[in-house]
């Protein structure tokens, strides 16, 4: 069984700064691509970022410049700096992450979420 967990979130000002975690643990043989999602209330859930197993990385528009994802192989986690965080930010923010289990399994996982919320 392979699961992520996610920490990081919380409430922070306008222009300010957040980093959320994202580890992944179990029966892992690979993790291909990792990302983080957003989901507002009211709207659907949209790609943030997304960082490949070989470091290339593409961001929404909206956060381009702002947001950056990297990621820890040796540690099976992906990371999510914000900074310069706006209200619109606001979003419960979802880890994603393609795993090959060891048992050769091709699983596309999702973590709990973790609610980041940016008061003006």
């Known amino acids: 069984q392979v699961q992520l967990v996610e920490s990081g979130g919380g409430l922070v000002q306008a222009g300010g700064s957040l980093r959320l975690s994202c580890a992944a643990s179990g029966s892992i043989r690979t993790i291909n691509a990792m990302g983080w999602y957003r989901q507002a209330p009211g709207k659907q859930r949209e790609l943030v970022a997304r960082?490949?197993?070989?470091?290339?990385?593409n961001y929404a528009d909206p956060v381009k410049g702002r947001f950056t994802i990297s990621r820890d192989n040796a540690k099976n986690t992906v990371y999510l700096q914000m900074n310069s965080l706006k209200s619109e930010d606001t979003a419960v923010y979802y880890c994603?992450?393609?795993?090959?289990?060891?048992?050769?399994?091709?699983?596309?996982?999702w973590g709990q979420g973790t609610l980041v919320t940016v008061s003006s």
């Open positions: 960082i490949t197993s070989g470091g290339s990385t």
């Open positions: 994603n992450a393609q795993v090959t289990t060891t048992g050769l399994r091709y699983l596309g996982l």
